[in-house]
Structures are given as structure tokens and as C-alpha cells.
């Protein structure tokens, strides 16, 4: 039998956090063969690039600082700074994307990220920067990892953490985004609690637009004179207007969730009516959860393509439907792609363009599902 696992979001009534039930071990998910590189995405790489040319400039970082990335994947930010002649250090728990960073230059330690990885990281040095993107959800036990940021941050140093905001979640109606490969969704007031309660104050944040809509945050030891900027004070008045510090609002979520389940199976199935042919475009996790909560199987959408080939050649979970090379598209010529990485949506929409070319259509199925104009 193939393995299904339940999907329930779980909130805490004193703090917020919101976490999923654990049903798979860390070590099975990011196992020596994890599918996921983040090369692939060039808009995602832009970002990294964008992001190293900030903290080198906001930090002053040099040749006599070090630089360590927590889940640095394939390498796809530290090797910016390696061009700079920043010592950097990936801590990454696969060993098949740890290997293609090295690949690229990137000084690489394959383990899980905690308190004994942190110390012996801070055996060759502390680090005046610590990066984390997209990597506090995927951790099971909170406690030790941030606990083990403290431990390896260098005094005056700084920590910087990327991960999707949960207010954008609730309010664009994100659910696809909740995947067991995550454990936990964040808010502002729920992440500085949580590092506050491991001596690491929380002293700027930023909004950004990836995957739909994230926080940077910006942390450093509680005894360090960093003055807190303006925008946390903003930011804590939103969210607590959002409602974010009370519990209907996370139980009113549900029916929000079901009613755009609803609208999706009906664009699908009005689409199918009318003689389209329909295809997918990526094999994201965000696309599993989707199609599998919608119910979606081949009958709909005859096959997906993606650009990863350690993907092409197998099949999305649950659903069964195929994935193949992007050219796949082409020979088709399906009349509708449906995106499922929609956060990447204009990527994406570039690089399918030749779609139009037999007036076939793009669509995305959040925040709102339609036809891309």
C-alpha cells in the first residue's frame, strides 16, 4: 500500500505556534536522494545574490568574518559569498545537495542542525553571520535548534531567518504551503517569543514577497546594543489586528480553506467540460498537498513537467500523475497549464510563454484559481 500520512494543523493556545502533527522522521525526509535543488528556480538564485550583496554591505562583511548558512542546499547562496573571499560554511543534512555545493566552491558539514552541530561548528570560529532561509518550519525540535543559533553566533553577530509569514498564509488562503516536510508556521509575535526564550532578541524585520509572502528576521545576542527598528512595532499592531493572538481566528481558517477547495475542483472539471486538455507545470510539495486535498487525479490533469530531472520519470504522490521534462508541454500542446509553484508564478509564466503559440492558456490555482491574462 502507498503510505498517506494525515495533514492537521495543530495551534498552541498560549503562544501561537502553529505545528503540524510529526508522522515522518527528518532523517527519511532529507535522506541522501532529497529531490529538492534550489538552483533550479533562477528568480529564487536572484534573490540569494540580492540578498548576499545586503548583508555584505549592511554588516561589513570581509575576509576576516565567517558566514555559516543553516540548510545551505546545493549552494546556492554561500557561493556568493565565496566570490567575495567570505569564509563560509553550509550546514546541510542532505548529503546529494551538500555534494553539488561543494561542487560549487562551498565549504560543506552534511548533519542536522542543533546544539552539538553548533558547537562544533564554533570550533573552527564563531559566526559573525548566520543565515537560515526557509528553515525554521522544517525543524522538529525547536528548542535545540535555536538554541544552537546562540551557541555558535558570535557576540555582535547577527542572525538572519527567512520563513512564510502566517499571516499571509491565513489571509491569502496559502494552505498549500501547509506539507509534512514542515512543522511548525510562524508568525512575528510567535517567532520572537521563541528566540527571546533562547537568549536571542529579535531587533528588525522585513516583509518580503517569496513564496507568497515572508518574513526576514533580524536577531542577535539580548545583551547586544542593537535598537529595535521601527517596523517591529508595526508589524506586532498588524498582526494582532489580524487576530493572530486569538484562537478563532485559526479555527475559523477551516471553512475558508474548504470553499477555495471547492473553487478549484469546479475550474478544473468546467475546463475538462469544455474539451481542454490540461497539464501542470511543477512538482513542488505545495502542488501535493493541493491535488491531493482537491482530489485531483489524471482524469483532470493529464501529467505535470518540471524542470528538476531528479524528478522527471516518477510520479506525484496520491494522485499518479506523471512527470515529465518541460519539452513534454510542447509536444502535447495542452490547451490549459495550471502552475502549482504559484509564488513563482512570473518565472514560471516566462519560460512557458511558447504555450501561446497553439492559444494554449496559463493558470494558477492560488490565491485566487483562474487563467493568467
Known amino acids: 500500500m502507498e503510505p498517506f500520512y494525515p495533514l492537521r494543523c495543530l495551534v498552541c493556545a498560549e503562544c501561537f505556534l502553529v505545528q503540524l502533527e510529526e508522522f515522518e522522521s527528518p532523517e527519511r525526509i532529507f535522506s541522501d536522494d532529497y529531490a529538492y535543488f534550489s538552483s533550479y528556480s533562477s528568480s529564487w538564485v536572484e ?3 540580492a540578498y548576499v550583496e545586503m548583508a555584505a554591505a549592511r554588516f561589513g562583511l570581509g575576509g576576516e568574518h565567517r558566514v555559516v548558512e543553516i540548510a545551505s542546499n546545493d549552494g546556492y547562496l554561500l557561493q556568493f559569498f565565496v566570490e567575495r573571499g567570505v569564509p563560509s560554511l553550509g550546514i546541510e543534512p542532505a548529503a546529494n545537495t551538500a555534494e553539488a555545493a561543494r ?18 561548528a564554533a570550533a573552527a570560529g564563531k559566526a559573525d553571520l548566520i543565515i537560515g532561509n526557509n528553515v525554521l518550519a522544517h525543524v522538529p525540535d525547536l528548542n ?3 538554541a544552537g543559533v546562540g551557541e555558535l553566533l558570535a557576540p555582535g553577530g547577527t542572525v538572519t531567518m527567512e520563513f512564510p509569514h502566517l499571516l499571509r498564509l491565513i489571509e491569502n488562503r496559502e494552505w498549500d504551503t ?3 516536510e514542515h512543522f511548525s508556521y510562524f508568525s512575528w509575535l510567535t517567532a520572537r517569543r521563541v528566540f527571546a526564550a533562547h537568549g536571542l532578541r529579535l531587533y528588525d524585520v522585513e516583509e518580503i514577497p517569496t513564496h507568497g509572502g515572508s518574513l526576514r528576521i533580524y536577531g542577535c545576542h539580548a545583551d547586544a546594543g542593537l535598537a529595535d527598528s521601527p517596523a517591529i512595532a508595526e508589524l506586532e499592531r498588524r498582526e494582532r489586528e489580524a487576530g493572530l493572538d486569538r484562537l478563532e481566528t485559526y479555527l475559523s481558517f477551516e471553512q475558508r480553506v474548504r470553499e477555495h477547495k471547492w473553487a478549484i475542483v469546479e475550474f478544473l472539471v468546467d475546463e475538462r467540460r469544455a474539451g481542454s486538455r490540461i497539464a501542470a507545470y511543477g512538482a513542488p510539495a505545495k502542488g501535493n498537498t493541493l491535488l491531493n486535498y482537491c482530489g485531483v487525479r489524471t482524469d483532470l490533469i493529464e501529467f505535470t513537467a518540471d524542470m528538476n530531472p531528479v524528478k522527471q520519470g516518477r510520479f ?3 494522485t499518479h500523475i506523471p512527470i515529465f521534462a518541460p519539452d513534454h508541454i510542447r509536444a502535447e500542446r495542452p490547451d490549459l497549464v495550471l502552475i502549482l509553484p504559484w509564488n513563482i508564478r512570473a518565472e514560471i509564466a516566462e519560460q512557458l510563454a511558447f504555450v501561446r503559440e497553439w492559444g494554449g492558456r496559463l493558470a494558477v490555482p492560488a490565491p485566487e484559481v483562474g487563467v493568467l491574462e
Open 316 to 318: 506525484l504522490p496520491g
Open 144 to 146: 535545540d535548534f535555536v
Open 178 to 180: 501547509i506539507y509534512h
Open 103 to 120: 561542487e560549487r566552491g562551498v565549504e560543506t558539514l552534511v548533519r542536522f542542525f542543533g546544539t552539538e552541530t553548533a558547537r562544533e
Open 47 to 49: 534573490h540569494a545574490r
